[in-house]
């Protein structure tokens, strides 16, 4: 269902934090034949409500759909198309302990990261950056052979 | 006050005024039954499968515009539910279905007659609920109610573990809901009617394309009096039928597949649709491209989503139809009717050119003959429903509807089986009214064990066979675009229809001729028994006009030129 109109776009969905109700909204996107590129979930401090974050594709008619598709289920309270935002994604990336440390040290920090955790032979970097930059320090850990990349899921809130 | 779950869904079905109810006990669902059994605040009509319990609460609500409860259990009790839920989905019919399921203890065990129900029915129910703890049953009763008649009404599902049936609790049934992420529009934006208003005024060929939208908010006055008032003329849906009333002369017919030539052309040509209640579906709209190509559309809908959803809209009105066109109707007062005067008369000549009409024939009884003969002697005072097919087809265009909810059909899903257990849910509704179930010899066998019920109950509904030994419709499409291929639509073998109904105590007509036809159908009336009329039909009759799926609305498939005298 992709094609070259097909823009990127972020939405957060305020809902009712009860059982089946990412069910509801994943089942919306796969019957409808939405996209989703990544999903993130969590309960909103002090209330009953769950913020997801999801990051999906789609031409004008489409976006405008989803939207008012999400709407509709009754546990959703709001929809936020992102327009002006601020997001971040996070990465956990694990390398041979033979690489250079202070190599991976260096390039994690220059994506608002470090090495978190250095076990037996396996070391772990964290990097929380824009998805563009995430992507980019994916591309640039390349050359450090690691073993395993964990991402996140971008999660976003309007400037 | 004190007392057990299955106790509360019967409360609850009695607070909320439901008067029948219809469906099949099962192991999950058993305390429930207890309790039915042991109340008379409603009573139960005992269908032979779920998914006729499930039409039938669905035509009770058709008819009667009320919520249609039906009650089934775990398992493939749900299972059999299913189309029936879909079938009342997409024709948004308000209905809350009561399943039970597997105890809490069992529940992803794969226990004996455990279905995931809410996951199933997801997709084809407005809401849906897993009962998880007595506590919230009837909160959740209450809000399955609400939801299934507000907004855009829906069928909502309520599937209750077994356990809490049994569990004694504090009921207290609620008297209003709160659900603060549900919030229908149903006022409509009053500049933004202002702004339609202004342009139904400038507008040179306006038209109304009327929908099932309408029926279901009772808007039916009101848009006739729109009609009336501003002499703009008026196509319906299939969903529609009967909202204008057939002797009304703003009324050009039904628009789309099987559409009239007026009604179409209409559509192609006009400069303004004033769609209320209709959702541009693909039957209706053909080849999106040029539907309404010429056409400004102002699109009032209770559900935001069914707007810009397929075409683009320029007076976007979110609200309920009824109350909408109130609005519009005192800013209409100045409206220059005259101003349609030419666009009227252009639609009249197209009507004279190709009207609704077939070739009759002496020797064999034409499938529209029968419907129009039906319309002659039962006409007003009759309640319509219908299985899925040509028969279909021929009732929505020759069948003279005159108001809402006399029309009872299957229409976005096109479910087969639908017709004659819903026509007992309309008879059970309206037991003074003549019920007949207008169906094919494909269509009825889906759901024939419902004469049973039908006979055990008393609910004497007429069952009209339009019988052509085919599966009517697909073998017109293998006519018409698969080289006359017959791929097993050929339905040569047939049951005894006579000894088939009488088996099940109803009464069987063999009718060959157009005497024969009325003689059976007066006698159906008198007899007031669940029958079958077997009308021996045309066999290769199509259903015409025809726009090919896909194709522009404008290019249909006509019936041929019936010549009036003195007309070459």
Redesign the interface.
Known sequence: MTNSNDERRVISVV??NE??VL??IT?LFA?RGYNIESLTVAPIPYTDMSHITIETRGNA?VM??IT??L??L????KVIEHEEMVEKEMVLVKFPIAENLSDIAALASAYNGGIVNVGKEMVVAQVADEPKRVKHFIEAAERYNPCEIVRGGVVAIER | MQMSGAQMVCEAIIAEGVKTVFGYPGGAIMHVYDEIYKQNGFEHILTRHEQAAVHAADGYARATGEVGVAMVTSGPGFTNAVTGLATAYMDSIPMVVISGQVPLSLIGTDGFQEIDA??IS??CT??NF?V?SLEELPRILKEAFY?ARSGRPGPILVDIPKDITVEIGEFKYPDSVH????KPTYKGNNRQIEKAVEAIKKAKKPLLYIGGGVVLSNAYKLVRELAEKTQIPAVETLMARGVMGAKNPLLLGMLGMHGNYASNMAMSETDLVISLGARFDDRVTGKLSEFAKYADIIHVDI???NI??LVDVDYPIVGDVAQVVQKMLPMLDDVNTDRYQAWREILKRYDELHPQSYVDSDEVIKPQWAIERLGELVGEQAIITSDVGQHQMWAAQHYPFDRPRQWINSGGLGTMGFGLPAAIGAKRAHPEKTVINITGDGSILMNVQELVTAAEYKIPVINVILNNHFLGMVRQWQTFFYDKRYSETDLSYQPNWKQLVEACGGIGYDVTTKEEFDAALQDAIEQDKVCFMNVAVNRFENVLPMVPAGGALFNMMLPPKIEKEGEK
């Open positions: 809902v009712m059982s089946s069910a509801r089942a019957g008619r405008e759909q008012k598709q709407h509709k009754i546990p959703v309270y | 809410v996951g997801r997709p407005k809401h897993l998880r939801l659900i603060p992420s549900y559900d935001p989503a810009a959803k």
